[in-house]
């Protein structure tokens, strides 16, 4: 099956040069690590009072690579007609949304926040939410946004049955709060990259899976922000069947 990354992005970056990140770039560390498609969302829009209107710029920046980058649209749930930007990507056939509510002075589990998970679930569409892009300790004075909190997650999951959600550059104490917080049925419906999971000398990742099962990981990368080889070191240094290693990298989010 085709190794997928969940947690890829094109465009500046608002904090700190980044020496190339276009889509050019972001295709050859992919043929280099051996990924086949990666999901796609667009930097810029972090800082963006309305991010829904900067997709076409993410869309113009991967035209030519269309068959292996997916594009993710960042949407603002709390502007008028964010509906219409949800609508949008489903009929762009977009693989799930990104919202980031710490960059829009929301509360993570308010308001706004539910009746959008209300209205991606009912239209199968999973939210990609990041616990945080960078090390706390590289922020810039100027960046606020903190970190998304485990309570937040399990908030959002048990608002809506129907809600899917992928939690990208979360650490081994926060997917451990939640998951251990949940039901099986809510857990199930939440799938953790492994950008932020830590290897040996520690192991945090070998006990994740050890604890709460295979099947709840899955790639991410989250390049440029990161070196994209980081999580494969991770799984080469586990002592992981080819079975299992194929479903991090690619059959979780298919069956899923």
């Not at 040069?17 to 770039?25: F, I, R």
């Not at 667009?42 to 997916?70: F, G, M, V």
């Not at 829009?104 to 990609?128: C, H, Q, S, T, Y």
């Amino acid at each position: 099956m085709p190794v997928v990354d969940v947690a890829a992005f094109v465009g500046g970056y608002p904090y700190r040069h980044l020496k190339d990140p276009s889509a050019e770039w972001l295709i050859r560390q992919m043929d280099r690590l051996g990924i086949e498609r990666a999901w796609v969302a667009y930097l810029p829009a972090l800082l963006h009072r309305d991010p829904a209107a900067s997709t076409p710029e993410l869309l113009e920046l991967i035209k030519h690579h269309r068959d292996r980058l997916q594009p993710v649209p960042t949407i603002h749930p709390g502007l008028p007609r964010w509906e219409e930007d949800l609508n949008d990507a489903v009929a762009l056939g977009a693989p799930a949304v990104r919202v980031h509510p710490r960059y829009l002075g929301l509360d993570p589990v308010g308001g706004e926040m539910r009746v959008l998970a209300a209205a991606a679930g009912a239209a199968g569409m999973p939210l990609l939410l990041a616990v945080r892009l960078e090390d706390p300790r590289q922020l810039h004075p100027l960046d606020p946004a903190g970190e998304l909190p485990g309570a937040a997650i399990r908030g959002l999951i048990r608002s809506d049955p129907q809600l899917k959600l992928i939690v990208s550059h979360a650490e081994r104490a926060i997917i451990e709060e939640v998951h251990w917080g949940l039901t099986p049925q809510e857990s199930s419906r939440i799938l953790w990259d492994i950008a932020w999971v830590w290897g040996p000398p520690e192991d945090h990742l070998a006990l994740l899976i050890e604890t709460m099962g295979v099947e709840r990981f899955v790639l991410g990368t989250g390049m440029p922000l990161r070196i994209p080889d980081t999580p494969f070191a991770r799984l080469d240094l586990l002592n992981l069947s080819a079975q299992d290693r194929e479903k991090i990298l690619s059959k979780n989010l298919e069956t899923w």
